[in-house]
RNA sequence: GGGCGCGUGGCGGAAUUGGUAUACGCGUACGUCUCAGAAGCGUAUGGAGCAAUCCAUGAGAGUUCAAAUCUCUCCGCGCCCACCA
């Protein structure tokens, strides 16, 4: 007799056996990459609370699929870590000046210990903490890589502070104006705040979704999140003044009824007009009222509209309608271009504002039935059927065409200009608080006030006085660069040595903080003036450089479209070669851009330059050459333009957060940091001068932005990862996480790794192939479970009551995983029994036949219809059938993540299994892997007594095989008009006509058809017949 | 206001995607074991009816031999977004 069942003891023996035998470490097998796994799960936070019934939910999810996909042969790589920086632990810190770290590493023993009593198949060897500096010194690298690609910039804006966290934060942390952590409403405040440019990325995160296998909802909540919209900004001339007035709009086809202008009070026309308006005073009197307005409020739906006239007229131009310039507060001034144009017809908010103010409504699309009536009524403003009305050229155009049409027409007209816009804003990356990454720069006043130099080599025939080198030089030195643009002597038969002869001397002038720009040909011999160079230098920028090789057809189509140049030398300056080891590290940054409709674009990229390098296309300057001033270039340049902050170099990484004596966040705004000043001060790494530590912190966000990809190889101290494991491990294959991060942490880490991607240093742009979602558990109450309810389940507490595998088993048991569900510990004591009436099949296993007929008919266990069949082997063969049904099921069920009806299929093969006398040892292994990544401990303990000898987590997972799974006996059931009202009993091959005879013969079914004749006959195979009368 | 989703026994939920509605579990009732209780085990369990049958998937209509599933109109609930031009 086996013993009872008892789940700590075993539970106990197997977690320490895994541990013993690094059942779960795994080792890349770079022979076999395509049978890699890589299951992931978000880290949770370490909180003194310990793990909450939340965490288990999705952690048990991918376990079993981890589980599962180790018993078909993959090398799975499921890692858990911990996202330990934090504002709770800071809270905490403040409170009783215990140091967070210390606090932190209390904690996360605490959520080891609970992990590993639920006996999680991670990979622990693998552990990561993002507070941990051996971590975050790559946060801080990978901060340093945005800087350095001016994707990190300070900016002076106002943001949202929470008073009672006295902190900044991000748009997306602000819940209706309120803080997402503590609630309270968000103030409006200046700060100097880092900021990374994730809206640069806001086309590649949008197109990456069509690559990604994301469930549904979170691919819609990312688009609405970047919020896409492609519109025209329109200039209008302005009666009588000179500063004309431009408006963003998606909907240039209704241009034609545009009857006013709305003006943001706080948006840039009119702080650059107010002293100008004719009725200023009345405008400055609004503007102060707005002011005491919060966001919120200014926000609030179906509020009466107010406004006020400014005393100008924007003209129409299309009608020459004199359209009112007035000031309202329902335009945001950081929305589109902070103005607006006004067509009450076709736009709610725009009526209401005419009605209030005794505006003209023009009807420019029709309604339904065609009704082209003035409107009257707000129920109209939206009634559009897709014609255009009152519009003439647009007349009778559906709403998309004339879009079309009147946007080339505005554009061809010199009026506006296409504009895409995004509802995306940059990302707020600083802090002002202790526990979090240091921002790894410093502040020099030094390096800030030296004036920077710029060399300018233009290409083959360029000069001093050609393209746009004339005016970029103008432009840099209004903003206080020094530059220099030789002509090369040989500039119309170009002779690599001579220019790199005249080019030297000038270079060597040039330091950390100075610019090389190299067009075309001079692309070429900047990088060769760098191999030869001892200094290093700042910046880098190839502009449409000359790095692809020039093949002799290609320079046979360059003859033909300039034939009047002397080409003769230009092939051996061209295709000289590079060492870019040499040029490499001589520069800080470099960067190189490209014209979309330049031949040389196609043959140059990531693979020519070194990695780090930034690449950028934009469209409409073929070669450079055309256009006198390219205002993308001026950017591009600026980006160079010393702001005193100064990078750390990577040797002094990691930054390490010094000890302060209090952790609170000063009144200022700043961080604890700040009164560190023997921290504070120090010296500038470039100069050597004088300088400030940045006190910032980075936000929690960071360190979980790439937490995956340091993972597949966490104990490295050269790289963050090497690029080995990173191509063998990523991407991701399947990613669960809850609903809530969906906007957040989702985006952020795509925007990170498809960084990353760009500067050469992981393999692959998307980090998530697939993303699935788990529903929250609510209390028992049906509420959010939170300490103040006081409707917390306590982990702890359930896996004492009913052992870990009841628990595992019971999370996913109690419902859809995608959806909310309730808790209920009585449905623990369910799953319980189940896993005991497990445990209690050990007794009926036999190898030998099993009972006699006699004794199975007499308990009522043997259907008399198979008398004939021995009893053994029609018993045997429908729990084979049942198995096999299971074992399809359970399989599906788990890719699918239908968890809760996988194990509802187990317990009904269980009560089969239950009722039989006796038991195959096979059948019942079979059962033990099925159930093993539910309940593995279970599993393991009846495995090492019933297996094949070989590891549980490692056996193969049993296949599925359709002849066995077949029933021996079937019922049809047989419908007469849709309504049931007999069955039959029948072998399942049975044939159509067979099956319908066999209907038509039955007794209850004469009785029904009371002598009709049958119209209609309906047979779905194995399920029913359908007689239609 | 816009978008997404949901509504099935006393409760959590199933339903091969148009094919026997209520699988599996909880709870409940009765029986069995026990000095007794708990835990087991067994049987029953959507409603009405002695029964044959009839009625039931938020309400109402439609398509179909057949609808929880598809279509339309309501009602109720949840989440996300929102004077976004």
């Known amino acids: 007799m086996p013993k009872k069942y008892d789940p700590h003891k075993i539970e106990k023996k197997w977690q320490k056996f895994w541990e013993d035998q690094k059942t779960f470490e795994v080792t890349e097998d770079f022979k076999h990459a395509e049978k890699k796994f890589y299951s992931l799960i978000e880290f949770p936070y370490p909180s003194a609370e310990g793990l909450h019934v939340g965490h288990p939910r999705p952690f048990t999810a991918m376990d079993i699929v981890s589980r599962k996909r180790r018993m078909e042969g993959y090398n799975v790589l499921y890692p858990i870590g911990f996202d330990a920086f934090g504002l709770p632990t800071e809270n905490f810190a403040i409170k009783t000046g215990r140091p967070p770290a210390e606090v932190t590493a209390k904690n996360i023993a605490n959520f080891t210990r609970q992990l590993k009593a639920l006996g999680y198949s991670f990979d622990w060897s693998r552990q990561v903490n993002t507070s941990d500096p051996a971590y975050y010194k790559w946060t801080q690298q990978m901060f340093l890589q945005f800087f350095k690609h001016g994707l990190a910039y300070k900016k002076n804006l106002p943001i949202n502070w929470c008073p009672k966290d006295k902190t900044g ?19 409006q405040r200046d ?131 004199k359209m009112p310039m007035y000031v309202s507060d329902f335009v945001l001034g950081n929305v589109g271009t902070g103005a607006l144009v006004g067509v009450p017809g076709h736009d709610l908010r725009n009526f209401e504002f005419a009605i209030e103010m005794g505006l003209e409504i023009i009807r420019v699309v029709v309604g339904p039935d065609g009704d082209a009536s003035p409107i009257t009524k707000p129920e109209q403003v939206q009634e559009e059927t897709g014609a255009m009305v009152n519009s003439e050229f647009l007349n009778g155009l559906p709403i998309m065409e004339a879009k079309n049409k009147i946007m080339d027409y505005i554009e061809a007209k010199g009026w506006g200009k296409r504009q895409v816009n995004y509802k995306l804003r940059d990302w707020v990356f600083s802090r002002q608080h202790y526990w979090g990454e ?103 920028y190839l502009v449409a450089p000359a790095l692809a090789t020039l093949t002799d057809e290609d320079l046979e189509i360059k003859k033909k479209k300039k034939p009047e140049r002397d080409y003769s030398t230009v092939q051996s300056f061209w295709n000289a070669p590079l060492d870019w080891q040499k040029i490499k590290n001589k520069v800080f940054s470099g960067n190189a851009i490209f014209s979309n409709d330049d ?74 940091l700040a009164t560190m000043t023997s921290w504070v001060n120090t010296t500038c790494p470039r100069c050597g001068g004088e300088a400030r530590r940045e006190t910032d912190t980075m936000p929690n966000w960071a360190g979980s932005s790439w937490y995956f990809l340091r993972y597949t190889d966490p104990n490295n101290d050269k790289e963050f990862a090497s690029p080995e494991k990173l191509r063998y491990w990523t991407p991701v294959d399947w990613y669960n996480g809850g609903m809530e991060h969906t906007v957040l942490h989702l985006l952020y880490s795509r925007f990170w790794n498809q960084f990353l991607f760009d500067i050469g240093v992981v393999p692959t742009s998307e980090p998530y192939k697939k993303r699935t979602s788990h529903g929250m558990i609510l209390g028992p109450d049906g509420e959010k479970m939170s300490k103040s309810r006081g409707n917390v389940i306590n982990p702890d507490e359930m896996i004492e009551k009913f052992g870990a595998d009841a628990f595992r088993c019971y999370i996913m048991f109690m419902g859809p995983f995608d959806q909310a569900v309730m808790w209920d510990t009585n449905g623990l004591v369910g799953v319980r029994r189940f896993l005991e009436k497990v445990w209690g099949l050990q007794e009926k296993i036999g190898e030998s036949s099993p009972p006699a007929l006699s004794i199975a008919m007499e308990r009522g266990l043997a259907p008399p219809s198979l008398a004939k ?59 033990i892997q099925l159930l093993s990544p539910f309940a593995p401990h279970l599993a393991e303990e009846l495995w090492s007594k019933f297996g094949d000898g070989t590891p549980l987590a490692y056996s193969a997972w049993p296949q599925f095989d359709p002849e066995l799974a077949k029933e021996s006996i079937i019922t049809i059931v047989i419908q007469i008009n849709g309504k049931v009202r007999d069955e039959l009993t029948v072998a399942p091959d049975i044939s159509e006509d067979e099956i319908k005879k066999l209907a038509l013969e039955s007794e209850k079914i004469h009785k029904w058809l009371e002598g009709k004749t049958p119209k209609k006959i309906i047979y779905v195979k194995g399920r029913l017949v359908s007689v239609v009368v």
């Not at 934060?169 to 103030?187: D, F, K, Q, S, Y």
């Not at 999140?225 to 963003?248: D, H, L, M, Q």
Request: hydrophobic share 35%; with cysteine.
């Open 599 to 672: 031949p040389s674009v196609h043959s140059v990229g990531h693979d020519v330059l070194p990695e780090g390098w930034q690449v950028q296309t934009v469209s409409g300057y073929e070669h450079f050459t055309v256009e006198p001033e390219i205002p993308v270039l001026l950017d591009l340049f600026l980006q160079s333009k010393h702001t005193g902050w100064v990078p750390l170099p990577e040797s002094e990484l990691p930054l390490e957060l010094p000890a302060v004596a209090k952790y609170q966040p000063t009144d200022t705004g700043e961080s604890p």
């Open 169 to 187: 934060l991000a748009n997306e942390e602000v819940i209706n104006g309120c803080c997402e952590r503590c609630g309270t409403p968000v103030e």
């Open 191 to 321: 700060k100097d705040q880092w900021m990374l440019a994730i809206t640069k990325y806001a086309d590649k995160l949008l197109e990456g979704l069509k690559t990604v296998d994301y469930i549904t909802p979170a691919r819609v909540q990312q688009e609405n999140w970047i919020g896409r919209s492609e519109g025209i900004n329109i200039t209008y001339e302005v009666e009588g003044s000179g500063a004309p007035v431009t408006v963003f709009t998606t909907r240039p086809d209704t241009n034609f009824g545009a009857t006013f202008i709305a003006l943001a009070p706080d948006g840039k026309f009119v702080i650059e007009n107010l002293e100008k308006f004719p009725e200023r005073v009345k405008v400055e009197k609004y503007i102060a009222e707005t002011k005491k307005k919060t966001d919120m409020e200014r926000a609030q739906a179906g509020k009466k509209k107010t406004g006020v006239f400014t005393g100008w007229y924007a003209i129409n131009q299309l009608t020459g309608f």
């Open 869 to 927: 069949e021995g009893w053994g082997e029609v018993s045997q063969r429908q729990t084979l059938s049942i198995l096999h049904q299971t074992i399809k099921k359970v399989s599906e069920d788990i890719e699918a993540m239908r968890f809760n009806t996988a194990i509802a299929k187990l317990m009904e093969l269980v009560n089969e299994m239950t009722k039989q006398i006796s038991l195959l040892p096979t059948h019942y292994s079979t059962l």
């Open 438 to 540: 240091p921002i790894p720069l410093v502040y020099c006043e030094n390096c800030k006030n030296k004036k920077q130099k710029v060399l300018i080599i233009h290409g083959f025939t360029g000069r001093a006085d050609k393209n746009w080198l004339p005016w970029v030089k103008k432009e840099l030195e209004l903003r206080g660069f020094e530059v220099m643009t030789p002509t090369m002597t040989t500039t119309d038969r170009p002779i690599l040595e001579k220019w790199l002869e005249e080019l030297l001397p000038l270079a060597k002038q040039l330091g950390e903080d100075d610019v090389i720009v190299g067009h075309s040909l001079g692309g070429k011999a900047a990088l060769h003036l760098l191999e030869k160079l001892k200094n290093k230098i700042g910046y880098l």
